[in-house]
Every structure is written in structure tokens, then in C-alpha cells.
């Protein structure tokens, strides 16, 4: 068990509380498509190379028939990183201790016409403190108004709290959720941000209301297009792209790093992967 001073209690309830409601949202999606398909959860323990215990997390994985597969995870963690890998995280150089807590969720969808997501904030301590992540819609089969639509939400959750955020964050995603071999982006973008340390209440308040605008949108955007046709041609199209997103995850993505080099939950940190896809 590890201790938590006030502000590390309040982000980990917030990430619990943003579970149970998108989790919620989702299984009653499945309820409205006639399926009573629910949430899984694991829980499970951190314990660092020496054997001592770190916090731990909880796995939540649902497979129905809205979402062929959807995972979302909290977890909460602290210790020390290893070896150089301290050097690469923000005021772990000199000091690598850390505490990490957050949720993490990325939705594979059933219907290739209903967008996959990924969505992830989070709070960190190591000298500094800070908070980061976004969210990012990748439709294999792409619609104008889904993505004006998402975007807008996100901008609307940044402009309230600085004109500034969305044009800067929605850039940092574009440049990051791009798979550089391919010479494509991941999706059609969102947000990205990270190192937020300026005004630790404003931070807190501007990372909740990003978990609420996507708790807003996506559950739309599903309803949308879950009932929509779809052949297999579109079903192929779908499975090729979930191969460039497989892609991403475990070649570039810092998360699946930080959680491999941190000792998390192997099966946490890979839910991200598709339940099927394909290549050439």
C-alpha cells in the first residue's frame, strides 16, 4: 500500500469516479443494442524488481456486441524507475522516485462505421508535478461531421479554461498520434498534452472536464452509427487499420513504455491492442 497526500487522493478518485461513469455509459450502449454484455475487472498489484509492493490498479475489459472489445483501466502507482529510463521522465533525473495514477481507454468498436478511441489523463509526481493526456477518434471509415464533432467538444472543454489549449494541444496530438514508417496519422486527431504544472487547481479542473467532454461526445458517436450497414469490404477495412494501430501501440506509444518499464499489469498495458485485425 502506498501513502497519498490530499492532491494524489483527489486525481485517484477523480479516475475511479470517470471509470464508473463511462463504464456505465457503455454497458447501458450494449443494453439499448439488446446485448447484456458488461464489464470484467482484475485487479492487480505492482511490485517492483526488488519485491516490494507499489500500488496497483484495476483491469476493466468488456466484450459485446456495440464494442467487439473496450477496455478501460485506472491504476496507481509508486516507486522509483530503473536504470536511465529516470532521465527520460519529466524531474525523475536527478531523483527517480515517482507516483503515478490516472485511466487509460481505448474502444475497438463491432461496426466499422463507429469510430475506435482512445482516451487517457493522468497526474504525476516525481520533483515536479503535473498532469497530462487527451483523447484521439480513429474511424477506419472516417466522417466529416463525427470528427467536426468531436473536435468542437474538445475545444469547447479547452476554451473554458484558456483560448490557447486547444490550438496547442490539438497540434501535439497531430504530431504525436502519427506512425512515422507508414507516413500516416493514427486517426483524425483530438488532444494531446502533457507537463501541465502551472496551477495545480486549474490543471485538475481543466483534466476533469476533458474525461467529461469525452464522456459527452463519444457515447453520440456510437449511437450514431451502431446500427448502421456495413459489408464486408468495410469489415476488411477495418481489420487492415487496426493493424497501423497495433502499429503505433507497441512501436511509439509512451504509455505502453512507461507502463512496461514501471512494472504495471502486462495485460493492462497491451488491452489497447485490437481483438482482430490484419496485414498484407
Given amino acids: 500500500m502506498i501513502e497519498l ?12 469516479s470517470l471509470r464508473d461513469s463511462i463504464c456505465a455509459e457503455f454497458e447501458a450502449i450494449e443494453g439499448e443494442a439488446g446485448s447484456d454484455a458488461r464489464f470484467h475487472y482484475t485487479p492487480w ?5 526488488a519485491g516490494a509492493q507499489g500500488g496497483g490498479g484495476v483491469r476493466g475489459v468488456m466484450k459485446g456486441q456495440v464494442f467487439e472489445k473496450v477496455g478501460v483501466n485506472v491504476s496507481t502507482v ?3 524507475f530503473e536504470g536511465d529510463f529516470a532521465k527520460s521522465i519529466h524531474g525523475a533525473g536527478e531523483d527517480p ?12 468498436m463491432a461496426n466499422p462505421h463507429v469510430p475506435a478511441v482512445h482516451m487517457n489523463t493522468r497526474f504525476l509526481t516525481t520533483t515536479k508535478r503535473w498532469f497530462g493526456g487527451g483523447a484521439d477518434l480513429n474511424p477506419p471509415i472516417p466522417y466529416a461531421e463525427d470528427t467536426e464533432a468531436f473536435h468542437a467538444r474538445l475545444k469547447a472543454a479547452c476554451d473554458a479554461h484558456d483560448p490557447a489549449h486547444y490550438p496547442r494541444f490539438k497540434e501535439w496530438a497531430d504530431e504525436y498520434f502519427y506512425i512515422p514508417h507508414r507516413k500516416v496519422h493514427r486517426g483524425v ?6 507537463h501541465l504544472e502551472n496551477d495545480w487547481e486549474a490543471d485538475f479542473a481543466f483534466t476533469q472536464d476533458v474525461g467529461r467532454a469525452f464522456l459527452d461526445i463519444f457515447p453520440a458517436l456510437v449511437r450514431r452509427r451502431m446500427n448502421m450497414p456495413f459489408t464486408d469490404a468495410d469489415k476488411a477495412r477495418q481489420l487492415e487499420w487496426r493493424g497501423r494501430y497495433a ?5 511509439y506509444d509512451r504509455g505502453t513504455l512507461f507502463g512496461l518499464k514501471t512494472g504495471g499489469n502486462i495485460d493492462a498495458i497491451l488491452m489497447s491492442l485490437p481483438p482482430v485485425a490484419t496485414w498484407d
Avoid: C, K, M
Avoid at 6 to 16: G, L, V
Avoid at 45 to 49: K, Q, T
Avoid at 189 to 194: A, E, L, Q, R, V
Fill in 247 to 251: 502499429e503505433f501501440n507497441l512501436i
Fill in 5 to 16: 497526500d490530499p492532491q494524489q487522493q483527489r486525481a485517484r478518485s477523480w479516475f475511479e
Fill in 97 to 108: 522516485s515517482f507516483f503515478a495514477t490516472g485511466i487509460s481507454l481505448v474502444a475497438h
Fill in 45 to 49: 498489484d505492482r511490485v517492483d524488481a
Fill in 78 to 80: 509508486g516507486g522509483a
Fill in 189 to 194: 486527431g483530438g488532444i494531446f498534452y502533457d
